[in-house]
């Protein structure tokens, strides 16, 4: 948890990661408003949110939330949104597999040159899509425990899980 917060009130650096197109940024307005669009553009470089959340024990987190772009030719700025992050959230889409892969390059690169205490979780995004489902809950709960990561599979269409994914990722702070 950076610097300038205490036991009662949090502030966390929050860092989306993930392939285009999986959801992050409707995970982020899910969470943020409540809100879903089907229309969903292409984030262009990143972009930032914030929402604070009360724990049981009357503990705040405020998530400052970057939501990075996943096409390709941004993938180069992603250090910028991760250095110094509490926590990294990186997203697959449940019905791509190619998505799962690159969301295992990216545990790797956080691994690898994030900050060392690093709160890592892993989201299967989509689930509501279950009759397109190619990747299967237990392929995410393996790579996951393999990775001492957090996992979890959400919809932001249906909003399911979205906030017990923040809530769990509060819980799980250092
Ligand atoms: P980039 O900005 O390019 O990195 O993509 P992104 O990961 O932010 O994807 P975005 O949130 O823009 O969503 C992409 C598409 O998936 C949009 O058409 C969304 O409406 C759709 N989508 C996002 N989440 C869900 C979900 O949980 N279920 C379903 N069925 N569709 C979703």
């Not at 930032?48 to 705040?60: E, H, M, N, P, V």
């Not at 993938?75 to 449940?94: E, F």
């Not at 996951?144 to 990722?169: C, H, P, R, V």
């Amino acid at each position: 948890v950076n610097g300038d917060s205490d036991a009662k009130n949090l502030r966390v650096k929050l860092v989306l990661l993930g392939d285009s197109g999986v959801g992050k940024t409707c995970i982020v307005l899910r969470f943020v408003r409540g809100q879903f669009d089907p229309t969903s553009k292409v984030t262009v470089g990143a972009s930032f949110l914030s929402q604070t959340i009360a724990l049981q024990d009357s503990t705040t987190v405020k998530f400052e939330i970057w939501d990075t772009a996943g096409q390709e030719r941004y993938a180069a700025l992603a250090p910028l949104y991760y250095r110094g992050a509490a926590v990294a959230v990186i997203a697959y889409d449940i019905t791509n597999p190619d998505s799962f892969h690159k969301a295992q390059h990216w545990v790797k690169e956080l691994q690898k040159h994030g900050s060392p205490d690093i709160v890592l979780a892993l989201v299967g995004n989509k689930a509501d899509l279950q009759e397109k489902r190619e990747v299967s809950v237990q392929d995410g709960i393996d790579y996951a425990e393999k990775n001492g990561m957090f996992f979890i599979e959400t919809s932001a269409k249906t909003a399911d899980n979205i906030n017990q994914l923040f809530e769990e990722i509060a819980k799980r702070l250092p």
